[in-house]
């Protein structure tokens, strides 16, 4: 540009300097701009050098005439223009950009030998966290850290939290978290940041399924007396996971607990009547023939009829032809909540 007005300056004495525009300072004059403007600028997302210098630099100048700002404003529209691609910048930019995208154990191995840490907020990772690695973060800091924890997630989380950890403790937090009101926002940002850096320390899990629910994945597609000689088997080892892997279970006989009575007809819909009468009649168990009349009762009376017709008619029925459609019915309803268009009842909301 061959000519550019000068800037009015603060000078000695409280008088006017002129001097020519810095880069810095057209920088300064295009924020102050889109300020003017209206325009949401992300300057939080710069680095804090640059946040202070460009606050320094606003508060220091007063004014400038309408042909710098027209001159400032036309180069900076030159410049973008100019622009054909742009890039993250460092290595920080381009692992978030490169989120999802790569492998995260790369991921995780590229920040360590860089020395970055994830960017963002680290309350909106913590927050975003389930609920029980969040009980375990809460269990493993002090008191005071706890407090601070649960006042900055969301509430619905926090009570979850609390409502899972002993009495003692529990109560120790409550009263904590009326204390944190002289707590700086600095000190909250650098616990958030302590916490970020134990998540990201954590190597990454190679498998997304609690244990429980791998195992009951497993048993679903195993037939009856392979499922109950390896659970029995699994209660003297460990009582409680077994308890847990059942509970992971879906099997006919668990269908009136964990299906909604209204999703009935949707099932009698994708199931072929054949399979349908196959699997009740061979429902010889307390909890099958319980299943049995669950889905003869709550679908249209004129189908339970001639299903009930059809399964009388069927006789004794072999034990692999029973478990076949009854594994028909179990993938049927499988289908329908892979795609949303219903959902299973939690068994220990029914429990309760």
């Not at 492998?103 to 840490?117: H, I, M, Q």
């Amino acid at each position: 540009m061959s000519h550019m007005p000068a800037l009015a300056l603060p000078g000695p004495g409280g008088g006017r300097r002129k001097g020519p525009l810095s880069r810095r300072a057209k920088a300064a004059i295009i924020v102050q701009f889109l300020l003017n403007e209206g325009a949401d600028v992300p300057l939080a997302s710069l680095p804090e050098e640059h946040q202070t210098e460009l606050t320094i630099l606003l508060g220091n100048m007063r004014y400038i005439d309408r042909e710098t700002l027209n001159a400032v404003v036309l180069e900076f529209s030159e410049e973008l223009e100019k622009v054909g691609l742009s890039f993250p910048g460092d290595m920080a930019g381009a692992l978030s950009a490169l989120d999802g995208k790569i492998n995260p154990r790369t991921a995780l191995r590229l920040r360590k030998e860089a020395g970055v840490r994830q960017t963002g907020d680290p309350w909106d990772r913590i927050n975003a966290l389930p609920v029980e690695r969040i009980e375990d973060l809460v269990k493993s800091e002090s008191i005071e850290i706890a407090a601070v924890m649960l006042s900055k997630i969301d509430v619905a989380k926090a009570a979850q939290v609390l409502a899972s950890l002993p009495g003692d403790k529990a109560r120790r937090i409550s009263y904590a978290v009326s204390m944190t009101t002289g707590v700086t926002p600095d000190a909250v940002d650098r616990i958030g940041l302590s916490l970020a850096a134990q998540i990201d320390a954590e190597p990454p899990r190679a498998f997304t399924a609690k244990p429980n629910e791998r195992l009951g994945a497993i048993l679903n597609y195993s037939n009856s007396a392979v499922r109950d000689e390896l659970l029995q088997g699994l209660e003297e080892e460990d009582a409680e996971f077994a308890e847990a892997v059942r509970r992971s279970i879906f099997t006919f006989a668990n269908i009136p607990e964990r299906l909604n009575a209204i999703d009935v007809p949707k099932i009698t819909r994708d199931v072929d009547p054949d399979l349908l009468a196959t699997a009740i009649a061979a429902a010889d168990t307390e909890e099958e023939r319980r299943t049995a009349d669950f889905l003869l009762s709550n679908m249209s009376k004129r189908m339970a009829e001639n299903i009930r017709e059809e399964a009388d008619n069927k006789g004794t029925v072999k034990p692999k032809v029973g478990e076949k459609a009854m594994s028909a019915v179990i993938n049927a309803i499988r289908d329908l909540v892979n795609v949303g268009e219903i959902e299973l009842l939690n068994p220990d909301d029914v429990d309760d």
